[in-house]
């Protein structure tokens, strides 16, 4: 972890990303700052919906970063976000990402960590540059179900399609997960390394290994947005730019992040 990122710890905020987010419009940012809750009584999920978590169950926390990148230029962000955790969650465990994908750990275009098609985790990356000669400001907001994986299946407001995992499903018969605190230290190592190399190369340089988690490469699926049509396809990996690619007929077409969902087509 670089000397220069502030931890900050709090037993209870609305959220996270909100209160980073407060701070960077204030002009208030000057180095990295990862925010952890061990209570978000109103976290965030992406298109205005509502992230459910359980003190202790869940890990949500959030790392206001600085790109010297334009805000077009950090286009795929979430998706190599998606890796870091990933990356994170095996020396976590001390598994090897191989047995974590043998496992069924899978990444779902844009945001979303699944495990064996239930959602373990998700992203939400807010943040912009507040005038042409500064830094992008990007807020990464993360939400990590831990354990009792029931539970916030149950206490969800949309149970008819919510189907949660947790991270207690990867140890093994009744080993306990670590401690919260060594799992948020071991994904901010990953993060801060990952965007190393993003701030470098862009998400070209991601852009296999994001394929290799992909959870719906080759199959039908639908992407809906607020006051769109639906647009069906067979989902077909992704670009330089981190935009999904979908094959209509004899056509391809790209998808870029935005307030969109997948569904695989049965």
């Not at 419009?25 to 976290?43: K, M, N």
């Not at 995992?165 to 306990?176: E, I, K, N, S, V």
């Not at 769109?228 to 067979?234: A, H, L, T």
Request: hydrophobic share 40%; proline share 4%; glycine share 10%.
């Amino acid at each position: 972890m670089s000397p220069n990122c502030i931890l900050e710890r709090v037993a209870t905020t609305k959220s996270t990303n909100d209160d980073l987010l407060a701070r960077w419009r204030a002009g208030e940012l000057i180095d990295p700052v990862a925010r952890i809750a061990h209570d978000q009584t109103s976290g965030k999920g992406r298109a205005g919906r509502v992230w459910l978590s359980n003190p202790g169950d869940t890990l949500c926390f959030s790392l206001a970063y600085p790109f010297n990148k334009r805000p077009h230029e950090v286009s795929g962000l979430s998706l190599v976000i998606g890796l870091a955790v990933i990356a994170g969650i095996a020396g976590v465990l001390g598994i090897n990402e191989a047995a974590l994908h043998q496992q069924g750990l899978r990444l779902k275009w844009p945001n979303d960590l699944l495990l064996n098609n239930a959602k373990l985790g998700g992203i939400l990356i807010e943040g912009g540059q507040s005038s042409p000669n500064s830094p992008t400001w990007m807020v990464i907001g993360i939400g990590l179900n831990l354990r009792n994986a029931e539970l916030i299946t149950q206490n969800s407001e949309n149970q008819a399609s919510f189907a949660a995992t947790a991270l207690d499903q990867l140890m093994p018969h009744q080993t306990p997960i670590p401690d919260a605190e060594f799992i948020w230290l071991k994904l901010i190592e990953t993060f801060e390394s990952h965007l190393i190399q993003f701030e470098q190369h862009g998400f070209s340089y991601f852009k296999d290994s994001w394929s290799h988690w992909d959870a719906f490469n080759g199959q039908s699926v639908c992407i809906s947005g607020a006051g769109k049509e639906s647009i069906i396809g067979i989902s077909s990996g992704v670009d330089n730019s981190g935009a999904l690619i979908l094959h209509q007929h004899d056509k391809s077409i790209a998808i870029y992040a935005g307030d969109v969902s997948l569904r695989v087509q049965s």
